[in-house]
């Protein structure tokens, strides 16, 4: 069965401090993938995804993910944290069986950021 | 002009109740769901439907049943509200297949 690990509950980063928060997948066939993001109190938003193609995908708000095939990783990235990226990120992969398809998430990280 | 949204956004009721919560979106994607999202911010798919048929039941309790008037709309009753049923319930749609899930604001039910 398909299944998503986010090894970190909680990380702490300083603003303007690069950030890698990390994903690893298991899933048969090909996976997609996504990354979602909860703000306090609001439903998901779609950061990036990655679907085929190139493996390091932008997505918004200054984030990247690179996708391992290698590593089953789909870890994400963002060069410069933002106070306002303080929130709670999930990592999500989209798996299809004979048409059941839906989203299997981790357990997400929560992101604290620091002045 | 909200692609997927849901009504209420808070639901505050005593164990035994019945309540229903209300999704839609205008996006005019074929496939609907629902997530619950626990207190430990656990996220797990309960439904979905593609226009309008039930697809995936994920053994979530017979007091819980989902009813899709159209495929623009999908609505979740529960029966018999439970203590443990107190959680964040998502809807979201798609395109179908493992195209991307939209999400709406949530629904925050309380169960006293």
């Known amino acids: 069965a398909q299944s998503v690990t986010q090894p970190d509950i909680h990380i702490t980063v300083s603003e303007g401090a690069s950030l890698e928060l990390r994903c690893n997948y298991s899933y048969g066939a090909t996976p997609y993938l996504f990354w979602y993001v909860q703000s306090p109190g609001q439903g998901l938003q779609l950061l990036l995804k990655y679907f085929s193609g190139d493996t390091l995908v932008q997505g918004i708000k200054g984030f990247e993910a690179e996708f391992k095939r290698s590593q089953s990783s789909f870890n994400l990235r963002k060069p410069s944290v933002h106070w306002s990226d303080a929130a709670e990120y999930f990592c999500?992969?989209?798996?299809?069986?004979?048409?059941?398809?839906?989203?299997?998430f981790g357990t997400g990280t929560r992101l604290t950021i620091i002045p | 002009d909200t692609a997927v949204s849901q009504t209420p956004k808070y639901l505050v009721t005593q164990m035994g109740n019945d309540k229903s919560i209300k999704c839609e979106q205008n996006l005019g994607h074929d496939t609907m769901y629902w997530y619950k999202q626990d207190s430990k911010k656990f996220l797990k798919i309960m439904f979905s439907?593609?226009?309008?048929?039930?697809?995936i039941n994920e053994t979530v309790p017979n007091r819980f049943s989902p009813k899709s008037p159209d495929k623009a709309h999908l609505n979740l009753h529960i029966n018999s509200l439970e203590l443990g049923d107190s959680a964040v319930y998502f809807c979201?749609?798609?395109?179908?297949?493992?195209?991307?899930?939209?999400f709406g604001p949530g629904t925050r039910l309380l169960v006293l």
């Open positions: 979201a749609s798609s395109r179908g297949g493992q195209e991307t899930q939209y």
């Open positions: 999500a992969v989209a798996t299809s069986n004979f048409g059941n398809e839906k989203l299997t």
């Open positions: 439907y593609n226009n309008k048929e039930l697809i």
